[in-house]
T-cell receptor
């Protein structure tokens, strides 16, 4: 039972570099989400998708882009990484809006 | 501006006793509330939820209470067990696909 899988688990970037975080779910969920978690704060929604081919902005979307080309995958991109984007990133998915979200184990990203 | 607040960053409780975690919210449009549990190096896992049409929901050792007039909810864990040591997040939904999370409360269950 893989559930929600995030790749990579850890990454260190230099300021200005780009990278893509991959989220894959095998539960046939329609809804997928990207959050970031910072010390002393709850999870904050970056972007979300309500189905294949759709994306929408969350609470803190600036500096990030996303794509949902396949139903099972949700990609989060950083075009030009900044130290303020150092965080733990969580992907989640749910069958519908009123069903609990299932989370991956997170990606710890450090930007120097 | 955080709409969901967990004002106690940590809670220590003896094994077998009750753990009470509190959560306050400011947005009266929230209609669904959830509690998630998180262990280190893992993602949050769903624990229990409650709809705004109810004031109590129970699942085994876990009970969530909702006081809409006070914009307050609480999670009771009875009895507390060592495996309950984790970070607990309160979350709220206002029917717009977005969950608002509190900052979390770290629970430590002492043997």
């Amino acid at each position: 039972n893989a559930g929600v899988t995030q790749t990579p688990k850890f990454r260190v970037l230099k300021t200005g570099q780009s990278m893509t975080l991959l989220c894959a779910q095998d539960m046939n969920h329609e809804y997928m989400y990207w959050y970031r978690q910072d010390p002393g704060m709850g999870l904050r929604l970056i972007h979300y998708s309500v189905g294949e081919g759709t994306t929408a902005k969350g609470e803190v979307p600036d500096g990030y882009n996303v794509s949902r080309l396949k139903k099972q995958n949700f990609l989060l991109g950083l075009e030009s990484a900044a130290p303020s984007q150092t965080s733990v990133y969580f992907c989640a998915s749910s069958y519908s809006r009123d069903q609990p979200q299932h989370f991956g184990d997170g990606t710890r990203l450090s930007i120097l | 501006d955080q709409q969901v607040k967990q004002n106690s960053p940590s809670l220590s409780v003896q094994e077998g006793r009750i753990s009470i975690l509190n959560c306050d919210y400011t947005n009266s449009m929230f209609d669904y509330f959830l509690w998630y549990k998180k262990y280190p190096a893992e993602g949050p896992t769903f624990l229990i939820s409650i709809s705004s049409i109810k004031d109590k929901n129970e699942d085994g050792r876990f009970t969530v209470f909702l006081n809409k007039s006070a914009k307050h909810l609480s999670l009771h864990i009875v009895p507390s067990q060592p495996g309950d040591s984790a970070v607990y997040f309160c979350a709220a939904d206002n029917n717009d696909y977005k969950l608002s999370f509190g900052a979390g409360t770290t629970v430590t269950v002492r043997a």
